[in-house]
């Protein structure tokens, strides 16, 4: 379930500093709290959105078995917060907190943003276009998932698990992928470092 390797040490020992288990890895419990309030709260959309999350977390263990790359525990941590707050949004915040769409979409957008921005400088690419384009396309394709799914279940009389707002949301939520691409565009480099090197 987790990934037990050390990835980093302390300048004062051999503690780790960080661990796998001991961050991503509590965030995955708390990702399956949601998971179970959803169900006592009969929530759909916290049951479904917490299982995406949870699989979501396990990315960067697949992406390690399958090839040279070596996450840092805080890339890991960054991905599981990610994953967390939005499935913790579907239980209200996303309602009833005022920015928190803001905060999920930047870091999702980022998290995607990131791995286009990886993919193309590992291949010797520029990665601006690649970086702006896969961000933009699937933030505009999410949004139209949203929405037919929230139309549908209108439709169908049930709770949906993705709720459209407005056209206005939709377009602040567009702006704040944007602004997870140029996070990554401008400190890629320099955070992304590790995950640059090609495997040959």
Known sequence: MFNLRNHSSSQAGDQPVWSDLDMAGSLRYAIIAVFIIGIRQRNPGAVVNAVLAYFGTCVPDIVERESAIEFRPWQRLYVATAMLLHAIGMLGPYDDIRGWDHVTHTLSA??????????????????????????????????ITEYLIHATANRLGVNPILVFYSRKDTVLDLVFNLVGAFLVIVFGNRYLANLLESDG
């Open 110 to 143: 980022s998290i995607v943003g990131g791995a286009t921005f990886v993919a193309a400088k590992r291949r010797g690419k520029d990665p601006l276009r690649p970086t702006l384009g896969s961000v933009i396309t699937l933030g505009v394709l999410w949004e």
